[in-house]
T-cell receptor, first 114, second 109 residues
């Protein structure tokens, strides 16, 4: 079955530590996205990538970094510069070359501070 | 600020009743999409309506779009306890989406 896999499901970060969230898709989608969701809120865009080796900042990129070395993978690093990282992180993908496409989501990673 | 704003923020109904959620937005769009999120899970796409469409149906879901009022509504008919979830509208420009804050729907058995 095609889909998006996020791991781990739960992650804990110590003070001053960088952590990396994994996102893998086998939908052959060109575009991938990272969102942050705070309790009771909507989604805010962190980074997106429309093609391998290229990515763009979203609305809240500060304190985060990404890479897109393979079409299937779009890992997100939450750096120590992100002072309030506790949130639910969602990865999504879409078939970018066709207009008006829905986004397909993984089941998220919940990040907490130790 | 968010492009889409849902109303109400929370809705509680009895099984069998209809649920209506509204979404307002501010700028021009290519499409408007509705997503569902069960607690602690990712979002699931429900329905997409293009800017030149006025109404769309999918099973028990009915979506309307009024571009002159910059608003959309999602109607779930004959609701079930399994419909309990948060529902988000998202406005599309290109393939970028901007999400609203969501409506939390509770359907009591």
């Amino acid at each position: 079955d095609g889909g998006i896999t996020q791991s781990p499901k739960y992650l804990f970060r110590k003070e001053g530590q960088n952590v990396t969230l994994s996102c893998e898709q086998n939908l052959n989608h060109d575009a991938m996205y990272w969102y942050r969701q705070d309790p009771g809120q909507g989604l805010r865009l962190i980074y997106y990538s429309q093609i391998v080796n290229d990515f763009q900042k979203g609305d809240i990129a500060e304190g985060y970094s990404v890479s897109r070395e393979k079409k299937e993978s779009f890992p997100l690093t939450v750096t120590s510069a992100q002072k309030n990282p506790t949130a639910f992180y969602l990865c999504a993908s879409s078939a970018d070359r066709v207009r008006d496409q829905p986004q397909h989501f993984g089941d998220g990673t919940r990040l907490s501070i130790l | 600020s968010q492009q889409g704003e849902e109303d109400p923020q929370a809705l509680s109904i009895q099984e069998g009743e209809n649920a209506t959620m509204n979404c307002s937005y501010k700028t021009s769009i290519n499409n408007l999409q509705w997503y569902r999120q069960n607690s602690g899970r990712g979002l699931v796409h429900l329905i997409l309506i293009r800017s030149n469409e006025r109404e769309k149906h999918s099973g028990r879901l009915r979506v309307t779009l009024d571009t002159s009022k910059k608003s959309s509504s999602l109607l779930i008919t004959a609701s079930r306890a399994a419909d309990t979830a948060s529902y988000f509208c998202a406005t599309g420009a290109g393939n970028m989406l901007t999400f609203g804050g969501g409506t939390r729907l509770m359907v009591k058995p």
